[in-house]
């Protein structure tokens, strides 16, 4: 991928310019892409935390939902507003440069906000500063310097160092820290919590791939360290030559004696610590555990309330804060006429019964255009449901205290006194 070239980089960096810098040993610790060890010694790297399926799972899921969903622009006119089909629109709805698909560019970039913790990607602009391209940066070749007050990114391509303005550098972070360079990735943060992860699928993997056989100690009359080990080698050869042969039963020498060493899965809770690990993982990522194919004690209607909390309470968060990001960077903080905008109504659609008495709800209260509602099931317009309705029985309240009283006397007509 070719990045396009704007300035040479400056080399200085002091006190007063504080930046993340790329030399010093804590780069990728800043950027929450290093290795991480817990407490228990397990190095937690991207890769080895995707090896869990639960994180795998999350990561996935919210990454491919926000690219899936439609993004669209807007020309706001006084109170009105009318969707762009072409230009900026194209590129972010379609494809963001030559090589790369609106949705892969999203994916790609909320997998790394997800995973080490932040995302960059390259505004490029014409002569007349329009927005031409979209270009994906890797993280790990980024520092992020402030000068001045003003804040500039330096890119290493090879070996030559671009620098961009803010305003052409869209910046998206899980979280930022207090200086507003650094952030906090998920992993990096939860270190400790996904190393218990990953030990638990190591020891259950030993388990098994020992065929079931926990650790175990050769105690008998051992007269030199030789006899030692070669009654441990002995042992350990019968155990694996059982195991192949799929035998049920070996025998000891007269005073040689097997004893276990620790516990089996079932004491050491195996099932119930993978199982708290996928809640620790709904917890990181404030996903519903059903989301993460976590079914354990769920109902249907629980289900749907999960369904919305998704939406209310994990989607919309990373939506709003893609749509200010995108927003600054494309048309500028005084450029309040142009705006992006990403349509949630599919992730909110519910049943088709649902969905029609939603629709003739809005119709009939003069609230949807029968064409609005057409569109949002991909059906082409009629030609009168461009207008607004409402019930034709439907008038104010006081319109009734306004109709004249009947006269007194009046008898009420019966059936047939017109035809006399």
């Known amino acids: 991928m070719k990045i396009p070239t704007i300035k040479r980089a400056e080399k200085r960096s002091t006190l007063e310019d504080p930046s993340v810098s790329p030399t010093a040993e804590n780069f990728l610790q800043s950027f929450g892409m290093a290795n991480y060890t817990s407490k228990g010694g397990t190095v937690v790297t991207i890769d080895a935390a995707l090896s869990i399926p639960a994180i795998w799972c999350a990561v996935n899921f919210i990454a491919s939902t926000l690219a899936s969903l439609p993004l669209h622009v807007y020309d706001r006119t006084g109170d009105d507003r009318k969707r762009v089909r072409d230009g900026i629109a194209d590129i972010l709805g379609f494809a963001v440069n030559d090589e790369t698909t609106s949705f892969e560019w999203r994916y790609h970039f909320f997998m790394n906000v997800l995973t080490g913790g932040r995302a960059f990607t ?146 050491s809770q195996l099932i119930e610590t993978k199982r708290f690990g996928i809640e620790e993982v709904a917890r990181i990522y404030q996903l519903p555990p059903a989301f993460l194919q976590d079914l354990t004690g769920a109902k249907f209607n629980n289900v749907e309330q999960q369904d919305l909390h998704l939406t209310k309470h994990t989607i919309r968060r990373w939506v709003n804060q893609l749509e200010q990001e995108l927003n600054l960077k494309l048309f500028g903080r005084s450029n309040r006429n142009q705006f992006v905008e990403f349509n949630m109504d599919g992730l909110l659609r519910g049943d088709f019964k649902t969905r029609m008495e939603g629709y003739a709800t809005g119709i009939t209260h003069g609230v949807l255009m029968p064409n609005e509602a057409r569109r949002r099931e991909n059906l082409s317009d009629a030609p009168e449901g461009k207008h607004l309705f409402i019930q034709g029985g439907t008038f104010p309240i006081n319109y009734q205290l306004n109709l004249p009283a009947p006269k007194a006397g009046a008898a009420p007509k019966k059936e047939g006194d017109d035809e006399a």
């Not at 992993?187 to 996904?194: K, N």
């Open 122 to 267: 390259f505004v490029e602009r014409n002569k007349r500063e329009q927005v031409i391209n979209l270009w994906p940066l890797d993280p790990s070749k980024v520092t992020i310097v402030r000068r001045v007050g003003r804040t500039f990114y330096e890119y290493r391509d090879g070996k030559r160092t671009l620098v961009y303005e803010a305003r052409e550098i869209i910046d998206l972070a899980f979280m930022m820290q207090g200086n507003l360079l650094k952030h906090r990735g998920p992993l990096a943060a939860c270190a400790q919590a996904i190393g218990l992860m990953i030990d638990s699928n190591s020891y259950a993997s030993n388990y098994f791939n020992n065929g079931g056989v926990p650790p175990y100690v050769v105690t008998g009359n051992f007269q030199t360290k030789e006899a030692i080990k070669r009654a441990a080698e002995e042992f350990e050869g019968t155990i694996l030559d059982v195991l192949a042969k799929r035998r049920n039963a070996f025998t000891l020498p007269n005073g040689m004696e097997i004893k276990t060493v620790g516990s089996d899965p079932d004491k």
